[in-house]
């Protein structure tokens, strides 16, 4: 089979202030890379527009009303300190929210062997209520909850190897004991939550903080120590993954040190447990990287492993 690439131009006019880390740029860099790569075993997908129906199984009806109420009709305004939305904000958010369910469906349906989701704004910061961190809808838990609702499934992991704290997913799904939650992130760092013992209702979440200028190699021993010990544990029938390349060792908002390489062996190892647990479905999407090169190059070599996969196995 092939891996599914999903995004849409509506994402490119998601516009925020100048200066802004998370920017219109990120995406062009990313598209740069892919046209650069073989392209074999890569099927293109416009991200169709979300539906609340979607949404409202991790959000309220009134946090849908205020994003829709403060999305202006043109200009740029604040949500919050970091949180911006333009005239095209809120149809990128449901293409987001579109691409997360349709890469769901493609994947669990046998059209596509696994999924990347190339789309912007993120979403693991937002919490029920509250947009933050740039992200307005939690799009990873709402494509855990559709997998599970609508597909029937029984357990779905999200890993989120995002060098930020995925409170956000942590939020949607705490009370969620088919889904296990995987976060590892720097600590101290924004948003300040992702501690150990934030467990979940269930047993259902798993914080692996890392300290500041944590490498590559040290990221390895907290894999195979931890994480995926946890993952195979759980046997998911659906890995999912929020894939923020801001631990790499350039990027400007955060200080752990890996490497490109780093980022497709832990790729490589998500796609190993979910051979061995769910004949190989993820569904990746993209949470942060705001240097333009490591994002470009790590989303290039993370796409790379996944086409791999999804075509050899």
Request: charged share 20%; hydrophobic share 40%; proline share 5%.
């Amino acid at each position: 089979m092939t891996t599914a690439l999903l995004t849409h131009p509506d994402c490119l006019k998601h516009i925020t202030p100048h200066g802004h880390p998370e920017r219109v740029d990120r995406l062009m860099a990313i598209y740069a890379a892919i046209d650069g790569m073989d392209q074999t075993g890569l099927t293109r997908v416009q991200a169709p527009l979300g539906d609340d129906a979607a949404i409202l199984r991790c959000h309220p009806q009134s946090h849908i009303d205020a994003i829709k109420a403060a999305a202006p009709a043109d200009g740029s305004i604040a949500l919050d300190a970091d949180t911006h939305m333009s005239a095209g904000s809120l149809t990128a958010a449901y293409r987001g929210v579109g691409a997360m369910t349709t890469a769901v469906d493609m994947v669990l349906g046998g059209e596509a062997q696994n999924a990347f989701a190339a789309m912007r704004p993120p979403g693991h910061h937002a919490e029920k209520q509250t947009p933050m961190g740039f992200c307005l809808f939690g799009n990873i838990a709402i494509a855990a909850k559709h997998a599970l609702d609508v597909h029937g499934l029984d357990r779905v992991a999200i890993v989120d190897f995002d060098v930020h704290h995925g409170n956000g997913t942590q939020d949607l799904l705490w009370d969620e004991p088919r889904t296990l939650f995987v976060s590892s992130h720097q600590m101290p760092l924004y948003p300040g939550s992702g501690a150990a013992d934030e467990t979940g209702a269930h047993n259902n979440i798993l914080n692996v903080p890392l300290a500041p200028e944590t490498g590559g190699a040290q990221l390895r021993k907290v894999y195979e120590a931890t994480i995926l010990p946890a993952l195979n544990d759980f046997k998911p029938q659906l890995v999912l993954i929020s894939a923020g390349f801001d631990a790499h060792r350039n990027d400007p908002l955060a200080n752990l040190n890996w490497d490109t390489e780093d980022f497709a062996w832990a790729t490589e190892q998500l796609c190993d447990v979910a051979d061995t647990h769910c004949e190989g479905r993820i569904v990746s999407t993209l949470e942060g990287g705001y240097d333009l090169d490591a994002l470009a190059a790590s989303t290039r070599a993370h796409l790379e492993v996944l086409i791999k996969r999804g075509t050899h196995g």
